[in-house]
């Protein structure tokens, strides 16, 4: 791979399954060419990440169909130097009327071909959105993860989150997002959820080289500091490992 850097690979001391990253190159506002997504996953790699979930944005005007083919390629070609790299396929689906339609027919993509569906609305959408769009999605036989949920502000309402995890909601966050001063309040508020145990998954949400690149490192230091080991282990590996096989997340 032509002007690829290399990095440390040495054993990492945790297995981590990144579920949010856009890597498909070409196909959204993620990585713009093949090179560069071999770069983010080189990245991801030497910072213990060897599983990662493709998940580019879902549009009804620009559909990807051959999604499975451009991923395929982008494995084989990362799997040159990283032997045991996986990649699976998903999408990170804008909810919309017809979303459920769109994953029956196969337009729009669960996570690894589960029932699990990584979901976002609009930040300012109001909880009562969030909420009817999280029930349809559970009433049609999916499991709704959404994702990077800690940019809704409607969710900071007492109750929201509860409610949602009792409807049977999951919920994905950024390590970015974890990372920073402690005095910063939006940091203390995401390390807040986690600590609570409502957090089930975790995702880089990298996008491009030059642009929210994958970097946990930061997050995996407080993670590592704070939060019992089981839970740590749910969250980095152990939940997605329940998604690619289509297991029931507890």
């Not at 494995?75 to 130097?81: A, D, G, V």
């Not at 909420?131 to 309402?157: D, Q, T, W």
């Not at 030059?210 to 939060?227: F, I, K, M, N, Q």
Request: charged share 30%.
């Amino acid at each position: 791979m032509q002007g690829e850097t290399i990095y440390d690979m040495k054993e990492p001391r945790r297995t981590i399954i990144d579920v949010h990253a856009h890597v498909i190159p070409g196909v959204d506002d993620g990585a713009r060419s093949m090179d560069e997504s071999c770069q983010m996953l080189s990245l991801a790699a030497g910072q213990g990440i060897r599983t990662v979930f493709a998940t580019p944005h879902y549009s009804r005007r620009r559909e990807i169909p051959q999604l499975r083919e451009q991923a395929a390629r982008l494995q084989e070609k990362i799997r040159e130097q990283y032997p045991d790299f996986k990649l699976y396929v998903g999408q990170e689906t804008y909810y919309h009327e017809g979303l459920v339609d769109r994953l029956r027919e196969g337009k729009a993509y669960t996570l690894a071909d589960s029932s699990y569906v990584l979901v976002e609305f609009g930040e300012a959408d109001p909880y009562g959105v969030i909420f009817n769009g999280i029930r349809i999605l559970l009433n049609s036989g999916y499991v709704p993860i959404l994702a990077h949920m800690e940019r809704y502000s409607c969710l900071r309402k007492e109750g929201a989150m509860r409610e949602l995890l009792k409807c049977g909601c999951l919920f994905q966050m950024n390590y970015d997002s974890l990372q920073g001063s402690g005095f910063d309040r939006e940091v203390r508020w995401c390390r807040r959820q986690v600590a609570n145990g409502w957090i089930h998954l975790l995702g880089t949400d990298m996008h491009r080289i030059d642009y929210r690149p994958p970097d946990v490192e930061g997050a995996l230091r407080w993670l590592e500091r704070h939060v019992e080991e089981e839970l740590l282990e749910a969250m980095l590996c152990g939940n997605s490992l329940c998604i690619i096989n289509n297991d029931r997340i507890d």
